[in-house]
């Protein structure tokens, strides 16, 4: 029997744990991955491309951005491609996933499939994974608000207490409680609780191939990378009331990974695979990041007629319309609304028809004198909007990918571009490419 994990370490940058190595943290998941050999891969070359839900479709179907056009995050229940998911299940073997991003779910019988919060595709219909895709959904797309509804709280306690070890459930607990005023181990939480529930599908169903999204190194880099004591500057400082000064929050990261590389590396008659996608580096200043408190509020009080407001990563939403000239009226007057009548609040906005993808560009920290000016109205943009983050981390081509002595054969060459993974995975199973 064949059986392959693929983790989803998405953006981690394999140097910058390295670096940590070599300082003597004890890392010793890591410290055997790069010992026993990292592939670099490559994303897409143009910086507007380089994106998550760009690369790893281009992971699992094989084809790069030019041939998949998977360009928005959920945009890939639209696409025809095939991915390696139901590729490898339409050969003979069984096939599970925990939160792959931008994927969809075309399996006939998955052993599990619990979606990505951002893309609208069907679990595979079990309670347990109806209740957990609700419950992550509601709070990461709510992660800004730092609010769970009681639902949430109900349905993430019902996934502890189904498929988490009870050894695991205090030292969860104690650690969910220290979060409160340390933010990302929200994220840290929400990874932890997602590879315990993988752990336990994984050992109930034993599918033959399983992949598991992991999201909290991203977040991460991209808000606290400058902590690092890898980013040397006195020019890349974070404030002090948006972070503790001796605060590492990517060591934090990269210890909690490490502990569930050595349990994935222990795991008997069963192949690894762990691939990044890319990578971040750190940013060449501080930018602001914030997000619309109520989508749909917000919307309504501008007047403008729509069917749905789908709130997606950080600052961006879709917003659905009934008509073309709905989208078209509604781009005009989203792109018009200025901030202090200089600055654009949303510089990025895609019109796709009876869509449009907007992105809350405004890079500047907002204060209670901050207005924005829209149908000759004047608006304090302080109470429209949330606080989410200080970029620090941007996107970079590299990627790193580690393969196991028994799929190692089937490795791309260094330096191949991210999608050739998707054909590792076809060789392994003996699947058409």
Known sequence: MKNLILLELNEVNFEVVNFYIEQGDCLPGFKKLIEQGIVNTEAEPEYENLEPWIQWPSVHTGKTYNEHRVFRLGDVVNSSSGQFFEQVEKVGFSVGAVSPMNASNKLHNPAYFIPDPWTQTPCDNSFLSNSITEAIVQAVNDNSKSKLTFKTIFNLGLACVALVNPFRYIPMAIYALKSFDKPWRKALFLDMLLYEIHKTLFKRKRPNFSTLFLNAGAHIQHHYFFNSPFVDSP???????????????????????????????????????????????????????????????????????FREAIPRMTRDFLVTFDSVEQASLAEKQLSEILVDNEVKLFEEIDNRGQDIFVVLTYPSEITKDTMITTLGKQLSLLDLVTFVAIKNGEHQSKGFAYFSDGISKYAPPQGSNVSKIHGTVLDFFGAPR
Do not use: C
């Not at 974070?238 to 569930?260: A, C, H, I, Q, T």
């Not at 795991?267 to 940013?283: D, H, R, V, W």
């Open 235 to 305: 020019e890349l400082q974070n404030p002090s009331w948006y972070v503790g000064k001796d605060e590492d929050p990517f060591l934090e990261m990269v210890r909690v990974y490490d502990r569930m590389l050595l349990d994935l590396l222990s795991l008997p008659n069963t192949e690894l695979m762990i691939a990044t996608g890319l990578s971040q580096k750190p940013y060449e200043k501080l930018k602001f990041y914030y997000r619309l408190k109520d989508h749909r509020a917000f919307l309504e009080g501008l007047g403008i007629d």
